[in-house]
């Protein structure tokens, strides 16, 4: 039982009209699709959203035609400053709907809608007028003098960031003068499907954005479609793999951003509330569906038992239930099956001898929940020491020395991000040199801007997105 009770204050739904049945965007209409078409649920209460279009072999086919087309007649062609106007005209339109984009976004994902409304939604918007500034600019980018797109860029996604990986993909795709064609996760489908209403309303000319919904056969057609010039993709490891075996061998341009397993490292002297909070942000922000996540907890061994003591008393206090209640911190699992690997993982950190603390309470009947998750004795020799669970779930591990806690952060087969918390500047340099993530973070954690480029190292993928080294994904400079 908490101090304190909040009375409800859900947000309204009444502000999105969600249709009834999606078909596909493409060569700038909404056109059905020839596949079977597949339902998008409400992870929070099973509830069917929507059905929505599967794109067949056929319909990708139309889709990177179109892209090829509008690429060649209009988009290449451009004088970079009119792309820029049209990046513009989306960043704002997406603030003026920012609202509905939350709202469905958190229906579509299960997401807290304090999350969708103060985070996916403004940084898609930042996204677009990141790189919408870049577009006339290119030839300052540091990247040859006259660098040049690349031509038609297919683009796969996941389901937990959904508007936003989408704002990651498209925006340097399109300031770049590249075209698109976009694959959706199938649990998430409606934000991008609302941004292709945002794509006619700004007028952006037929064929530059096409949104191909559907499963992961889709997702196979887009990336091994041979008029794609070039892919990106993040999601796991696993497709990422199968991915970077069919584009090899061809003149294909990729960049794979995967999965991780960040270690977030506590020294002594580091302020314990300040450091709580930042725990609790690295893995339960977002129901820890987040590549960057802070998963394994590293913590000297001297303030072991204080920080697991604040830590237990901090996560008592989160709210875990209606994603659309204003108040709630943890939202719902995205799907059944992301569930149950998250059940899967955790059991075996059970039978493999760590030690498992849940907060009291109750979770909703229906839909898809787990609780905030913390593991102690953990050895980095178990599985949840080491396989990416992709849920509220931490594992705490302990070091003695500097030189350990970077042993141990290291002893892992991603390397996309890190944290360290240390009152010491000297001592956050020194570790953060020697941590192989591609991102760090020194006393915050799952911070990100538009300006800062992200991406990993080993099996997190390559390749950057975001910031000026992002641009070069979708550029070449020879010529
Ligand atoms: P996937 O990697 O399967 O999904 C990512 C995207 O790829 C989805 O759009 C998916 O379609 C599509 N896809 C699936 N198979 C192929 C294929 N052969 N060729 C091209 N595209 C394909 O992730 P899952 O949803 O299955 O999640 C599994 C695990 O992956 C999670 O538990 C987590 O550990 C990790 N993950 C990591 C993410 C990250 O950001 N690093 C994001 C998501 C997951 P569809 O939606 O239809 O499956």
Not at 122 to 139: M, N, Q, V
Not at 162 to 181: D, E, F, H
Not at 182 to 191: N, V
Request: hydrophobic fraction near 40%; charge should be negative.
């Amino acid at each position: 039982m908490s101090i304190f009770e909040y009375a409800p204050a859900p947000e309204s739904r009444s502000i999105v009209d969600i249709r009834p049945s999606y078909g596909l965007f493409v060569d700038g209409e909404f056109a059905d699709g020839t596949g079977t078409p597949f339902k998008t649920v409400n992870p929070a209460t099973e509830e069917v959203l929507s059905e929505v279009a599967t794109g067949s072999d056929a319909d990708v086919d139309r889709a990177v035609r179109a892209a090829r087309r509008a690429f060649t007649r209009v988009w290449g062609p451009m004088r970079p400053a009119d792309r820029g106007k049209y990046l513009f005209r989306i960043a704002r339109l997406l603030q003026e709907r920012a609202r509905e984009f939350a709202v469905l976004e958190t229906l579509d994902n299960g997401k807290p809608i304090r999350e969708s409304r103060d985070v996916d939604v403004p940084l898609a918007a930042a996204h677009f007028f990141y790189h919408a500034g870049w577009a006339d600019k290119l030839e300052h980018a540091g990247l040859g003098p006259a660098p040049r797109p690349l031509g038609v860029a297919g683009q796969v996604i996941p389901w937990n960031f959904p508007l936003l990986m989408l704002a990651w993909k498209v925006a340097p795709a399109l300031a770049t003068g590249n075209t698109v064609v976009l694959k959706p996760a199938e649990t998430t489908p409606l934000t991008a499907l609302l941004f292709a209403e945002i794509c006619q309303q700004a007028d952006l000319p037929p064929g530059v954005v096409n949104i191909v919904t559907g499963a992961g056969e889709t997702g196979r057609a887009v990336i091994s479609h041979p008029d794609v010039d070039k892919v990106a993709f993040t999601g796991s490891t696993e497709v990422g793999r199968a991915i970077a075996r069919a584009v090899a061998g061809t003149e294909k341009r990729l960049t794979l951003e995967l999965g991780g397993k960040a270690a977030n490292i506590v020294f002594d002297d580091a302020p314990i509330d300040e450091a709580v909070e930042g725990i609790v942000r690295g893995i339960f922000f977002n129901q820890g569906h987040v590549c960057c996540a802070g998963s394994r907890l590293l913590v000297q061994e001297s303030v072991h038992d204080d920080v697991v003591a604040s830590l237990q008393r901090r996560i008592g206090t989160l709210r875990v239930g209606d994603p659309m209640d204003k108040n709630t911190d943890l939202g719902a699992i995205n799907s059944a099956e992301q569930l149950a690997r998250i059940r899967d993982l955790t059991a075996y950190g059970e039978t493999e001898g760590a030690t498992c603390w849940q907060p009291e309470g109750d979770l909703p009947d229906r839909g898809f929940w787990f609780k905030p998750t913390v593991f102690t004795d953990v050895s980095p020799a178990h599985r949840i020491a080491r396989d990416e669970v992709f849920g509220p779930v931490l594992s705490v591990m302990t070091f003695r020395t500097p030189d350990e806690a970077v042993a141990k952060a290291n002893n892992s087969t991603y390397g996309l991000s890190a944290g360290v918390w240390s009152e010491k500047g000297s001592r956050i340099l020194k570790i953060t040199d020697q941590l192989r993530a591609g991102v760090v973070w020194a006393n915050t954690f799952n911070e990100l801007d538009p300006t800062s480029p992200f991406g990993g190292y080993k099996q997190s993928g390559y390749g950057r997105e975001g910031g000026r080294q992002g641009l070069s994904a979708y550029l070449r400079s020879d010529f």
